[in-house]
């Protein structure tokens, strides 16, 4: 091992160690700026799937974006995307001048014409240089094609006030646990996620 992959490998080491003790998931975006690419190598742990998954290749273009489960009276609210054929959480991408937190409320407006509220954690904060964002339900990577994959910021939602005048055209539709159960068109991450979300609510 020369001392190029030498440092590096020290570099890795200690992101890795990072997540384990402070259980942050922006650490991994450590991992993935490190590159680790020395003159002809090939850091397999990284890229053949048996670390980072295979979805995570370095050599693919990623987009960030949001979804939103929207959530009222055990049931989670839906879109027909036309292209895909399937029922999937509102959602798009988050433009360059806004946060992820913008994105959630604008998508939500300009598809379903309802003002919505985040639900989730939002850490306290005194540093008036710094912004606190409302944490993800969760987040995960989708293929898109061969060469594209979007990173998503899924958040959840109930809705504050009454219903505007929406910019989207897609059908949204409303769905219970049973529901997401029949409809085939629905996949199976969006029901397992939609399922949890619901019996979340219910415990509230």
């Known amino acids: 091992m020369n001392v190029f992959h030498s440092v590096n ?16 998931g922006l650490v991994w975006s450590k991992i993935l700026a490190l590159g680790v690419r020395g003159p002809g190598s090939n850091p397999g742990f990284l890229t053949d799937g048996n670390f980072m998954g295979k979805l995570s290749s370095l050599n693919l ?20 995307h036309k292209k895909l054929c ?17 994105a959630v409320l604008r998508e939500v407006q300009e598809e379903t014409g309802l003002d919505a509220e985040i639900v989730s954690e939002k850490y306290p904060n005194n540093d008036p240089n710094v912004e606190m964002l409302t944490r993800p339900n969760h987040v995960q990577l989708e293929k898109i ?10 958040y ?3 809705i504050k006030g009454e219903q505007k005048e929406r910019i989207g055209t897609e059908e949204c539709k409303w769905f219970s646990k049973e529901d997401l159960d029949v409809d085939q068109r629905v996949p199976e991450n969006v ?4 399922k949890r979300i619901i019996d979340m609510f219910r415990k509230k």
């Open 9 to 24: 490998f020290f570099l890795i080491s200690s992101s890795v160690n990072n997540i384990f003790r402070r259980g942050s």
């Open 61 to 80: 273009k990623k987009d960030f974006v949001v979804a939103v489960y929207i959530v009222k009276d055990d049931k989670i609210l839906l879109v027909n």
């Open 86 to 102: 399937k029922w999937l959480p509102i959602g798009g991408h988050i433009e360059l001048d806004e946060t992820p937190d913008q």
């Open 145 to 154: 094609d061969k060469k594209h994959q979007h990173i998503d910021f899924v």
């Open 156 to 158: 959840v939602c109930k």
């Open 191 to 194: 029901k397992f996620f939609g």
